[in-house]
């Protein structure tokens, strides 16, 4: 590959680490969010073992307290959202028609700063153990707790959301500026149209976060008071920007779920999707609304009546553009033609799935009858369904349905069936008797119970449906490792896919398009394919592309925060200074030296298209 | 209103029945089987619902499984399905009957929630009126009017309707009783101390199991209490006995002067003792020990051996007693009866 | 053309700041960011009021704060927002010494204004109110200091911006790293302006 400017074609693994291309950090984000995935996965197996039998001692005390907050930090920080970006880096500017992300070298940085971060709040269980006090760490449990595990909480979690914050910047801007001809808002597909809202959401959510770790860093390293009430500080506070983000985050959460879902069920139904107009509107009112519930965790914290009743209202609103989203799918489906792939039996899974979770989810919006579920294993139950039953059937079928368009492969279909009946009947093995098991008096996060309170059947019937959840992950992990060890065996479009990211050859150019398509119509390929001839037309012709150099800078600057973070949780400030003196630098020579990318020759992209490769 | 209520009667005697069906679990935990007003109403609110939610439930379910069925591809079926854009009148209808269902849902909300906390507020002089303070993992229980300070255990006559004022000396916690109420949490600092009312019910000589229901440390699962409700005569004379109680209530004169050099700095007994942990006055008569486990001897005496094993993370040290002074202390403790 | 050209006035854009795809990232990029600081600056507020009454045994804020020293810092800032308008006056109008004048004047106040902080935290100090002291003093200190770390941060940025570009004309690609300076200081002086409300007069008036 010749260019004029300098250009350093690397590989293996310094390709890896100095990638900018959004395909390549796609893969790396699911890599990483993947294995997270699996380690929450074995927290969870842990704890269901110990709750198996009433007065298990296998994992008490401390040490559970510490599965079950790193259970939900690592689902959550370390897991589902570098899976979520994962799918929005390897999808979105696909579906937009663009050659990369708005800014290829924040997105690696991003990318790397969750990395570092998530990986140095697993060292935890190495270095003094793992943080305790939940991962919601309510001050002051948070702030006495004497030994480091809140520490790499705090601060694996600030440096993780830094990267968070600036992944959802770029997304905001790709979407934004970089939608191909003819891709009007209004012709966004919806995964894309999700992607934007909870990039937005990230925007203004994550920095409430931010102040959060701030604050309980300087109240565990600089001994400030915040929280401290005989230093007039007021634990609340803590809560409050807590949930000021823990909302919205919900939604940050499941809006790309439903985006993947509305993706998957309108392919596979071979129809456009119901009332796109009002699923986009849903959603962005979804988002809206997001931002006005976060009391409703706090029902039982004392605000008084009419704070409860304000937010128990604004909470079952939310129920409304919900809704609406569960009868459009239905009615997507209607008059279809449903072919039942593995992607499409995780979408079938999600829908009745999820509107469990969301009744239940009304339910507990009723602030006096919050007062019994709240904290109880109804909530537990509740946010699994939700998450699990919403958030991870929708990540499975998303997983399926992209698979060939991310590592040019298709999973096993015999495989991803056992993969999805496995979960899903563990699933609900799992986690419906926890709705009984909260309103019977069980508390959540409590390590064991006692026999003789009729607690023990719905127990053991949970840890089977846990162990049934576990082996439909490892038919998941087969069936990857069984595919990557084959050669690759795709078509551009295997699913008759209707958006524009099956319009390219297989595997994708690193430019993605050869000429940026015209898009003319909601699902562009779609259209092309019922009004043309198949391809998109291109909106340009053939000429010189422009991309974007590699760089080490992004791995080295989140190295930096990653030291600098031993060093703030040590109380070393030479350590935390030179980690930070690394950032600095990186900053300082990232802005100094000149990178203007290099240019792909016209010839060359001529040569690839009468290839087929572009 | 009335009718309204009556309408909620005849749902929770339906739905009592199909859930007995399923198990509602523990009559002194369960929130399913409430036993006073508050839990009632709770209930209630829960039946309603729950019905609302059902009902949507089910309308979804039906047409799922329909679509389902019937629009699934056939084989060598090529043609292309209709391609829909939507259907304003369809759409208008799953917007407006949701926003029906939840005002009707919301109307009983706001005004349970006005409710319970109306009367939240500290009890007037004739009121029965508790104080509960959460510790790393036990509960303090002050009934000031009767100027007594229990622990663990909090004693209560049937019918009546008991304030509350919570708050924490350590961390957050939550105070739960199932059965007569749903919880409320104990902030520290006194800012943010918070109040909260239950109606103790009908039933007499019951023992209803109490809860954390905020994570608080290492021993947040252990950290039960039991609400004892009596007749409204044995209560006046349980608080008689209790006042009276002192620390020569025991007859085990080694295991006092044990106590007495080892455990009263923190423990008291009758009027003397600290109190950085739970008071003991009537231990003998307790339901538990520490909070958790059968009250017998043994477990009184494993207990005090290595309060760590038991309890983890919990602020009672490990002090340096023989057997023997061991055996003694519990057999003084047992015998610190009410009269 | 190549973004790293220096511009003659001949093909100067009207804005060019947003003449590349790049630049007009940038530029939205940054203003979504600061929508982002808002957020934060937002939450350091609500933590200070609070806290802000509760400073126990030691001074209160109408005790310690001389309002002279604080409007001096105000309008040394509220100065070096104006200059660099004029910096980004002369960008527009492919005047690069003129810029760097400006921007010149707008790091000095800057740095004056720094300068002044510093002298009024150490102060503080001395009469008791301590980052440690007080729920007020954590949330004083945090969120002024927040506000002051990002007052030296626009000094770093701009140093090395002045410095990497000295010699270079207006380009493509330095155009909208000037304006998002000028852009990001004018949001530092904004939030300057509610600490000023919200700490320093709200603190002397109860």
């Known amino acids: 590959m010749a260019t004029h400017e300098s250009h350093k074609k690397r590989s293996g693994l310094m390709d890896w680490l100095t990638t900018v291309d959004h395909k390549k950090i796609g893969i790396l984000y699911l890599l990483a969010g993947g294995f997270f995935f699996l380690i929450g996965g074995l927290e969870a197996v842990l704890m269901r073992i110990q709750l198996m039998e009433p007065d298990s001692k296998i994992f008490t005390g401390e040490l559970y307290n510490q599965l079950l907050t790193m259970h939900g930090t690592t689902m959550i920080f370390l897991a589902a959202m570098p899976i979520i970006f994962g799918f929005m880096n390897a999808i979105v500017p696909l579906q937009l028609g663009a050659r990369d992300v708005a800014f290829p070298y924040v997105n690696a940085v991003g990318f790397w700063l969750f990395f570092f971060g998530g990986v140095l709040l697993n060292l935890s269980w190495f270095l003094g153990g793992a943080p305790e006090a939940g991962w919601t760490a309510y001050a002051p449990l948070s702030t006495v707790a004497e030994d480091t595990g809140v520490d790499f909480y705090v601060l694996g979690l600030q440096i993780a959301g830094a990267g968070t914050l600036a992944g959802g910047i770029n997304f905001l801007v790709t979407i934004i500026n970089m939608r191909a001809p003819g891709m009007t808002f209004m012709r966004m597909p919806l995964f894309t149209w999700a992607s934007f809202v909870t990039s937005g959401l990230i925007l203004f959510a994550f920095p409430a976060l931010t102040v959060g770790f701030f604050l309980l860093m300087f109240e565990r390293v600089f001994d400030a008071n915040f ?216 508390p959540r996060r409590v390590y064991t119970y006692m026999s003789g309170q009729d607690l023990d059947g719905a127990n053991f019937v949970s840890t089977i449906g846990a162990i049934l959840m576990g082996a439909g992950t490892i038919v998941l992990l087969i069936n990857i490792i069984i595919s990557a060890s084959s050669k690759y065996a795709t078509t551009k479009d295997p699913w008759d896919g209707r958006t524009l990211e099956w319009a390219m050859p297989v595997p994708t150019p690193e430019y993605n398009f050869a000429q940026t398509p015209l898009v003319r119509g909601l699902d562009a390929l779609y259209v092309e394919k019922t009004a043309g001839n198949g391809d998109m037309t291109p909106a340009e012709p053939v000429g010189e592309i422009h991309m974007p150099n590699g760089s080490i800078l992004p791995f080295i600057l989140s190295l930096g925060m990653f030291i600098s973070g031993f060093g703030f949780i040590y109380s070393n400030w030479y350590v935390a200074g030179a980690g930070l003196g690394l950032v600095l630098i990186t900053m300082f020579l990232r802005s100094i030296i000149d990178d203007h990318g290099y240019h792909i020759h016209k010839e060359e992209v001529e040569a690839d298209i009468k290839g087929g490769r572009a | ?189 006194d800012k943010n101390k918070n109040y909260m009312w239950f109606d103790t019910g009908s039933k007499t000589d019951v023992v209803y199991k109490g809860k954390c229901a905020e994570l608080c440390g290492a021993s947040h699962a252990l950290m039960d209490f039991k609400v004892r409700v009596v007749s409204k005569e044995d209560y006046k004379n349980w608080v008689a006995g209790y006042k009276a109680a002192d620390d020569k209530s025991s007859a085990n004169a080694d295991g006092q002067q044990v106590f007495e050099k080892n455990c009263l700095s923190c423990h008291a007994v009758g009027q003397n003792g600290g109190n950085t942990g739970p008071s003991l006055t009537g231990f003998g008569d307790k339901d538990r020990v520490a909070g958790i486990l059968e009250h017998d001897k043994e477990n009184l005496k494993k207990w005090i051996k290595d309060p760590q094993e038991v309890k983890p993370g919990n602020n009672m040290p490990k002090v340096n007693l023989s057997d023997e002074e061991i055996d003694a202390v519990s057999d003084y403790l047992l015998g610190l009866k009410l009269k | ?148 770390a990002h007052v030296l941060f626009g000094i770093l940025w701009i140093t090395t911006l002045l410095a990497r570009n000295w010699n270079r004309g207006i380009t493509l690609s330095n155009a909208p790293k000037y304006y998002l300076f000028a852009l990001y200081w004018h949001f530092v002086d904004v939030v300057w302006v509610f600490i000023f409300t919200v700490v320093y007069l709200m603190g002397k008036v109860g």
């Not at chain 2, 002050?142 to 350590?170: F, G, N, R, W």
Request: glycine share 10%; hydrophobic share 50%; charged share 15%.
């Open chain 1, 227 to 442: 929280f401290n009430p005989d230093m007039g500080g007021n634990i609340l506070i803590w809560e409050h920007i807590f949930w000021i983000f823990g909302h919205p985050e919900v939604y940050i959460l499941i809006l790309p779920a439903f985006g993947i879902i509305s993706e998957v069920i309108s392919t596979f139904s071979n129809k456009r999707l119901f009332g796109y107009s009002a699923m986009v509107f849903a959603t962005v009112l979804i988002g809206f609304l997001g931002f006005m519930v976060w009391v409703h965790h706090m029902f039982t914290v004392g605000l008084g009546p009419v704070a409860n009743s304000i937010f128990a209202v604004a909470t079952m609103a939310i129920a409304i553009p919900t809704g609406v989203k569960i009868f459009n799918w239905i009615f997507t489906m209607w008059g279809g033609q449903i072919r039942f792939s593995t992607a499409m039996l995780f979408a079938v899974g999600f829908v009745p799935t999820f509107v469990m979770g969301g009744v239940t989810g009304v339910m507990l919006s009723v602030p006096a009858a919050d007062y019994q579920y709240h904290d109880s294993y109804f909530v537990v139950a509740h946010f699994h369904y939700v998450i699990v039953g919403g958030l991870i059937l929708g990540l499975f079928s998303g997983l399926y349905y992209w698979y060939p368009r991310m590592f040019n492969r298709v999973l096993n279909e015999t495989l991803g069936k056992w993969n999805f009946w496995l979960f899903f009947i563990g699933f609900h093995l799992t986690f419906f008797p926890q709705h009984w098991l909260g309103l019977m008096g069980m």
């Open chain 2, 1 to 189: 209103m009335k009718k309204w209520l009556q309408k909620g009667r005849f749902l929770s005697l339906f739905a009592m029945l199909a859930l007995l069906l399923m198990g509602c679990g523990d009559p002194t935990l369960s929130t399913l089987i409430p036993q006073g007003e508050v839990a009632d109403k709770q209930f209630q609110l829960m039946l309603i619902s729950i019905s609302i939610m059902i009902l949507v439930l089910v309308v979804v379910f039906v047409l799922y499984a329909f679509v389902l069925l019937k629009f699934r591809k056939k084989k060598g079926d090529e043609s292309t399905p209709k391609q829909v854009e939507g259907n304003h009148m369809l759409e208008l209808l799953w917007t407006v009957i949701p926003i029906l269902l939840l005002i009707i849902l919301a109307v009983p909300t706001v005004m349970r929630t006005f409710e319970f906390s109306a009367d939240a507020k500290p009890a007037s002089k004739n009121e029965l009126s508790i104080k509960v303070t959460g510790h790393q993992y036990w509960w303090e229980f002050e009934y000031p009017k009767e100027e007594l300070i229990t622990s663990q255990e909090l004693v209560l006559p049937a019918d009546t309707k008991v304030h509350v004022e919570l708050s924490s000396a350590d961390v957050i916690h939550s105070f739960w009783i199932p059965s007569l109420a749903g919880k409320t949490d104990t902030n520290p600092g």
């Open chain 3, 1 to 148: 053309m190549n973004a790293g050209e220096r511009l003659t006035d001949a093909n100067f854009p009207a804005h060019p700041e947003k003449a590349t795809l790049e630049g007009k990232n940038k530029f939205l990029g940054f203003w979504l960011f600061l929508g982002g600081e808002t957020v934060l600056f937002a939450t350091l507020f609500g933590t200070y009021l609070g806290l802000r009454n509760m400073h126990l045994d030691g001074p209160s804020g109408e005790e310690l704060f001389s309002l002279p020293l604080v409007f001096l810092a105000t309008m040394l800032l509220l100065t070096s927002s104006l200059t660099s308008v004029y910096a980004v006056l002369s960008l527009k109008q492919n005047k690069v010494r003129s810029l760097q004048g400006w921007f010149l004047v707008t790091l000095l106040l800057g740095l004056g204004f720094l300068g002044l902080e510093i002298y009024e935290f150490i102060h503080y100090v001395h009469e008791g109110h301590t980052f440690t002291s007080s729920a007020f003093g954590s949330a004083f200190y945090t969120l002024v200091g927040f506000h002051g």
